[in-house]
């Protein structure tokens, strides 16, 4: 089982939720395997199985329960779409990286190559999609928006590949697109999928909005302060060029020597640098105000869905969003 369900003794009661996305995952990819797309299921599994924490497809099968649906078979495809789309991402994002490990294992474009890798990106955003239009309209062009923009997104995230003139705002552009917006789309699609008004799905996009921004911002954390049970070297997004907010907020701190330092080691990094940029944005203080800034985007979140009456699967979606805080504790 992933970290969510080793490491939160308050979240062991997910299993069968996290279960029942396995099982329905692998049925998905058996069915395509019997159809005869052997090759590029095996592709697929090879990192959609390698060990996901599921947390998209569990927060919308959970905000689903907590406002009143009861019928697991009417919110797993939809669930599961929002991380098979995730997954055709994460595939098409290690080659624009040149990323030789997810989630502990080798990439695809590491083992098979470029064009096999692209393929099979491209051939889970179909199975997504195809299980996405099985609802209505209104839900189907929410996730087409949100994969636009995630494209989007991801554009302008290579426009600012090594570009220390990246702003804040253009840090928060690049990640509202590719990481908060699917949150916020998929809590919005379960509250029109469970008959809510417009009140209660705004409520519930600004919900998933605010969760997805504090999610990223504890992953470029993770990225300087995690540890190797994550699958993954540290400081992998500054090998990568990736401006992350905690380098950003570091630059704009420092002053004189201690920025022209921290500006030559991104710009000449090696991973045997990592720590002594953690200790320049130690002392400019980015790693104590991105830690914040994750409490009050958890805190803003939270707000969003208080007017919704408690219940047991609003206390497990609370404890989800904690969880989000809880990996760099």
């Known amino acids: 089982m992933g970290p969510i369900i080793k490491n939160i003794r308050s979240l062991r009661h997910l299993r069968d939720y996290k279960n029942k996305i396995e099982t329905y995952i692998k049925d998905l990819m058996l069915k395509a395997r019997n159809d005869g797309h052997e090759e590029v299921v095996d ?3 090879h990192i959609l199985l390698a060990g996901g924490k599921r947390i998209r497809p569990m927060l919308l099968i959970l905000c689903y329960e907590m406002l009143g649906g009861k019928n697991l078979d009417e919110i797993l495809p939809l669930a599961t779409a929002y991380e098979i789309i995730h997954t055709a991402t994460l595939i098409h ?3 624009n990286d040149n990323a030789k490990i997810r989630r502990g294992v080798k990439t695809i474009h590491e083992l098979e190559g470029q064009a096999k890798a692209q393929i099979t990106g491209d051939w889970l955003f179909v199975v997504g999609f195809g299980l996405g239009g099985q609802y209505e309209k209104d839900i189907v062009d929410i996730m087409s928006e949100t994969c636009s923009k995630m494209a989007s997104a991801e554009l302008k995230q290579i426009e600012h590949i090594h570009d220390t003139s990246t702003t804040i705002d253009d840090y928060y552009s690049i990640i509202e697109g590719k990481t908060a917006g699917p949150f916020a ?3 919005k699609a379960v509250a029109i999928l469970t008959g809510q008004d ?3 799905q705004d409520a519930l996009f600004n919900f998933g909005m605010q969760l997805g921004l504090a999610f ?3 992953d470029d954390l993770l990225d300087l302060i995690g540890d190797d049970r994550l699958g993954k070297p540290r ?3 500054i090998l990568e060029g990736k401006m992350t907010l905690p380098l950003l907020l570091g630059i704009q701190n420092l002053k004189n020597k201690d920025k022209d330092k921290l500006l030559d080691l991104i710009s000449k990094y090696h991973l045997q640098d990592l720590e002594e940029i953690l200790h320049l944005l130690k002392i400019s203080g980015s790693i104590d105000y991105c830690r914040n800034l994750v409490n009050e985007h958890l805190s803003s979140a939270i707000r969003q869905i208080n007017f919704i009456n408690d219940n047991p699967s609003k206390k497990m ?3 989800l969003a904690h969880y989000v805080r809880s990996r760099y504790d």
């Open 185 to 187: 789309s998929g809590c």
């Open 93 to 95: 994002d290690d080659i």
């Open 317 to 319: 979606v609370l404890e």
């Open 43 to 45: 592709l697929s599994e």
């Open 235 to 237: 400081g992998l997004d």
């Open 198 to 200: 417009k009140k209660t």
């Open 216 to 218: 990223q911002l504890v």
